[in-house]
């Protein structure tokens, strides 16, 4: 997406945490997605942060928003094989109406 | 729990021709949601309808029709096919029009 931005790659060894960064542009979205693609497969909703919070922890999943620096991270704890897969931020963009203006995607893989 | 359905899957479609994609949403959910991700991209907006009107426009060609029916219920017909729009078409839904979003499995167009 033009407007979300996110590193391409991130490879990291099974058991470690993973760190996945966006940068947004729209200071109006109220809320914030993370979404996980493994190849050939749907989007799947990992979890959400509204924007008038700085962090949301959800069993592995830890989600942080810098709401000045436009900037939401996702950390994933104790990395799995499973875990690799394609991950997406989206912001709720409401020009015009609600809809999703999604990031670049950044591919994770997982080594065992 | 019900998920968003979307059929077909997959469709074949030869240059010129024409493919209408269906999507069934969650029960209650009143808003639809036309997203088109090709190859190795991010999946992008086309067009959306909250309570069987049309609610928002993006990047949809002129080719390209959507309907909202009264089962709440769309169809994006797509005429006159071009290589390039071989993608994932993913339809997502939702109980409102800023609601989080809940995607298809998505339809797999290829056009030869």
């Known amino acids: 997406g033009e407007d979300v931005e996110q590193s391409l790659f991130l490879s990291v060894r099974e058991g470690d945490s993973s760190v996945i960064n966006c940068t947004y542009t729209?200071?109006?979205?109220?809320?914030l997605y993370w979404y996980k693609q493994e190849p050939g497969a749907g989007l799947q909703l990992l979890t959400y942060?509204?924007?008038?919070?700085d962090m949301k922890q959800d069993q592995r999943l830890t989600v942080l928003l810098n709401k000045k620096d436009k900037h939401l991270s996702l950390r994933i704890a104790d990395t799995q094989t499973g875990d690799s897969a394609i991950y997406f931020c989206a912001e709720g963009s409401t020009s015009g109406t609600y809809k999703y203006i999604f990031g670049t995607g950044t591919r994770l893989k997982v080594l065992a | 729990a019900a998920g968003v359905i979307q059929s077909p899957r997959h469709l074949i479609k030869e240059k010129r021709e024409t493919a209408t994609l269906k999507c069934y949403p969650i029960p209650r959910h009143d808003t639809v949601y036309w997203y088109q991700q090709g190859p190795g991209q991010d999946p992008q907006f086309l067009i959306s309808?909250?309570?069987?009107?049309?609610?928002d426009k993006g990047s949809i060609p002129d080719r390209f029709s959507a309907q909202q029916f009264s089962d709440y219920h769309s169809e994006l017909n797509m005429s006159s096919l071009e290589l390039g729009d071989s993608a994932l078409y993913f339809c997502?839904?939702?109980?409102?029009?800023?609601?989080?979003?809940?995607f298809g499995p998505g339809t797999r167009l290829t056009v030869l």
């Open positions: 309808f909250y309570e069987k009107m049309q609610s």
């Open positions: 942060i509204f924007s008038n919070m």
């Open positions: 729209d200071s109006s979205s109220t809320y």
């Open positions: 997502a839904s939702s109980s409102g029009p800023t609601d989080t979003q809940y």
